[in-house]
């Protein structure tokens, strides 16, 4: 059964925003909504305002300007209101590791005004869908990465929050770890109907959780949409060549070909998309050789997100920067 | 604005932190007791200039022992907003939809009782190395008055941590606020002792009154007044708790 989806009634909504540290733009003017029981993913590399609109959005910080609602109230002038509707995963723990898990979810739970038996009730319940229950009473400072991580979505859980904000919930765990959070996040969604607003750097997390993902790059959104739609965009598939030869009459020639729907170039790499690539490749090579380019290899496979990205933003996300020479690709085409 | 459940909640997670941290209790009555037990019977038998011939040494040193457990306890309980920050546990308090102010106050609540705990211990501890005191009610009132000693030091620890960023800044607040107002506070000899501009800031210093008041309800000799004293550590414990609590509303959670 699918999930419910409210197109209608948007859980945020963000128009405009903008936010500046002493003259550094870190959010750029983004836009965006989000409809009530989406799961919602902000993708983009490490430094690319993720971290900063989820604090904005969840009240800790004030924008520079612009406007945005969480759950219908003015992030700005109704504080307290927005932080009684969200739930937050921060991306650094957050638990009072000399507490028990069950002492930290208790204190959640009372600053949140809720009365006793019914928190000893809801904490029950939200241990239970994390799997802690048999470690509830152990301090936290004994606690794995993965249980923290869990103890704290248990946390963001207990006071039934419309929004739930998760900031690289899955960051430092290992694959299998990272497999079971995302499991458990997917299953929350369904079962709960909570909004919820990611953010990432990992393609596959994105791919596999949202329903749809805003691509942010340097503070703005360069492409949002779902994943499928993101991964169409490109129209086909990716084929790569690694060739050798002065490229610039072969590249001219593939500008000329209807089919090749994009085109990138990075020193002898040439990233190109097009439908049925595999029957495609023939031609490229015939038409390489007339070129008196020179083919080391071909690459082909189905457009995932990192493509998407790497179009969008002509990097690779995980490119750190200064990292040697910066790899920007240099000629970027595309058609539809 | 002020909201008592969660002061009492911020309050219970201070107590519960103290009594689990039991190295972190022993380690900061430590200091306070080696001084008493060696300034006390090293100096015991000596005529220090200032002090009344009616009482000996120890017991002009009780007091100010005393206070400066409470000096460095509740100093260190108001800067635990700095661990805090430091391990991300004040994101999560600060993003709850509570007034601020009385999270400061469930920390200057938690931040009070535990260094009254070591206040009182040291007390106990100094009856047994024979120390007197006057009576059952001047017990009782020195207690009452060590709370507001509390509630100075913590208020100010709070106060600063509200404004500091992370933890490098931490030992300098010890080496150039903790250890002068210490010294300047007559804990171990009587302020009239020190030069007369010396002396002029040990006047701003409110431990100075801590352990003067203190001195005045447990030995019965005093500096100043015992009125003059209980109204100064009011004074100065209802400004700070208002600064800070001040100060604590506007800092920034990250």
């Not at chain 1, 609109?53 to 300007?65: D, Y």
């Not at chain 2, 005529?47 to 409470?70: A, E, K, Q, T, W």
């Not at chain 2, 019965?220 to 015992?226: C, D, K, N, P, V």
Request: proline share 3%; glycine share 8%; aromatic share 10%.
């Amino acid at each position: 059964m699918d999930k419910i989806i409210n197109k209608h009634m948007h859980a945020i909504r963000v128009e405009e925003l903008l936010k500046k540290f002493n003259g550094f733009t870190a959010v750029d003017r983004i836009s965006f909504d989000v409809s009530y029981g989406e799961l919602f993913g902000l993708l983009g590399p490490n430094g690319a305002g993720k971290t900063t609109t989820i604090n904005i959005l969840s009240t800790l910080l004030k924008p520079t300007s612009g406007y945005a609602e969480v759950a219908g109230f003015d992030i700005r002038k109704r504080r307290d209101e927005v932080r009684r509707s969200i739930g937050i995963v921060f991306q650094d723990p957050t638990l009072d590791t000399k507490l028990t898990g069950k002492e930290n979810l208790l204190f959640h739970a009372m600053l949140y005004g809720i009365k006793k038996e019914e928190a000893e009730k809801r904490m029950k319940e939200v241990l239970e869908l994390v799997e802690l229950e048999d470690r509830a009473d152990t301090l936290v400072e004994k606690y794995s990465g993965g249980m923290k991580r869990r103890l704290e979505i248990a946390r963001g859980l207990i006071h039934r929050p419309k929004v739930l904000f998760l900031d690289e919930p899955t960051l430092g765990l290992d694959a299998q770890t990272r497999r079971r959070i995302w499991d458990y996040i997917k299953k929350l969604n369904k079962e709960t109907e909570i909004t919820m607003i990611l953010t990432t750097h990992y393609m596959e997390e994105a791919d596999y959780l949202c329903d749809r993902i805003a691509i942010i790059d340097h503070g703005k959104i360069v492409a949002i949409d779902n994943p499928t739609n993101l991964k169409n965009m490109l129209g086909g598939d990716v084929v790569i060549l690694e060739i050798e030869g002065d490229a610039n009459q072969y590249i001219e020639k593939l500008k000329e070909l209807k089919w090749v729907k994009s085109l990138m170039v990075q020193n002898g790499i040439l990233r190109m998309s097009m439908e049925m690539g595999e029957r495609k490749i023939p031609n490229l090579v015939n038409l390489a050789e007339k070129s008196g380019v020179k083919i080391n290899s071909v690459n082909l496979h189905k457009p995932s997100l990192e493509d998407v990205f790497l179009f969008f933003t002509g990097r690779k996300i995980r490119d750190e920067e200064g990292e040697g020479e910066r790899r920007e690709w240099t000629i970027r085409e595309m058609r539809r | 604005m002020v909201d008592f459940k969660v002061v009492y909640i911020l309050w219970l997670r201070e107590m519960k932190r103290f009594f689990r941290a039991k190295s972190r209790v022993f380690g900061t009555m430590a200091m306070p007791l080696l001084f008493l037990v060696f300034l006390g019977f090293g100096f015991g038998r000596m005529n220090v200039p200032g002090i009344s011939r009616d009482i000996d040494y120890m017991s002009f040193l009780v007091p100010g022992i005393i206070g400066m457990s409470l000096l460095f306890t509740s100093t260190f309980a108001g800067l635990s907003v700095i661990w805090d920050r430091e391990f991300g546990f004040l994101k999560e308090i600060m993003v709850a939809p509570v007034s601020r102010v009385s999270i400061a106050l469930g920390r200057i609540a938690g931040g009070i009782s535990t260094s009254l705990l070591q206040g009182v211990s040291i007390l106990l501890i100094s009856l047994l190395l024979g120390f007197k005191i006057k009576g059952f009610f001047p017990f009782i009132f020195s207690i009452i008055f060590m709370t507001l000693v509390s509630a100075t030091f913590v208020a100010i620890g709070l106060g600063i941590a509200s404004q500091m960023k992370d933890v490098h800044g931490f030992s300098l607040i010890i080496n150039f606020l903790i250890f002068p107002l210490f010294f300047l506070s007559g804990a171990l000899y009587p302020i009239k002792n020190l030069p007369k501009i010396v002396r002029s800031f040990s006047y701003i210093d409110p431990l100075t009154y801590g352990v003067d008041g203190l001195r005045g309800f447990l030995v019965g000799e005093s500096h100043f007044s015992l009125f003059f004293n209980v109204l100064a550590i009011s004074v100065f414990s209802f400004l700070t708790v208002i600064i800070s609590a001040f100060l604590f509303e506007r800092s920034e959670a990250i």
